[in-house]
Nanobody, 127 residues
Framework: QVQLQESGPGLVKPSQTLTLTCTVS??????????WNWIRQPPGKGLEWIAY???????YYSLVFKSLTSISRDTSNNQITLQLRSVTPEDTAVYYC???????????????????WGQGTQVIVSS
């Protein structure tokens, strides 16, 4: 079974860079037709898709976050990393790593739109 585990700093200050890591077990992140996504859910709001990195290393970003976001991978450690620069309190959210098999999902309505997802990691942006 595929398992995803997010980790992050918990609390970051405005203007800083947020770095999150998704550690994957049970499948290689280079598996053909697998897409590895970062999504988030602010308090009281719906899911927001941020970016994905595909099995070949191809990256695709939400227009909303593109200028401040970078997604990358470490194939040796089977990890996906998200960096979000110049954070503000509006970036406070639970951040999830999620997988789709076969087709990318870039407008999710619920976590179950994905084939697998992690427990999420809470990020609070505050001074």
């Amino acid at each position: 079974q595929v398992q995803l585990q997010e980790s992050g700093p918990g609390l970051v200050k405005p203007s800083q860079t947020l770095t999150l890591t998704c550690t994957v077990s049970g499948a290689s992140i280079t598996t053909s037709k697998y897409y590895w996504n970062w999504i988030r859910q602010p308090p009281g709001k719906g899911l927001e898709w941020i970016a994905y990195i595909g099995y070949s290393g191809y990256t695709y970003y939400s227009l909303v976050f593109k200028s401040l976001t970078s997604i990358s991978r470490d194939t040796s450690n089977n990890q996906i990393t998200l960096q979000l620069r110049s954070v503000t309190p509006e970036d406070t959210a639970v951040y999830y790593c999620a997988l789709t098999n076969g087709v990318a999902v870039v407008m999710p309505h619920r976590l179950s739109d994905y084939d697998s997802w992690g427990q999420g990691t809470q990020v609070i942006v505050s001074s």
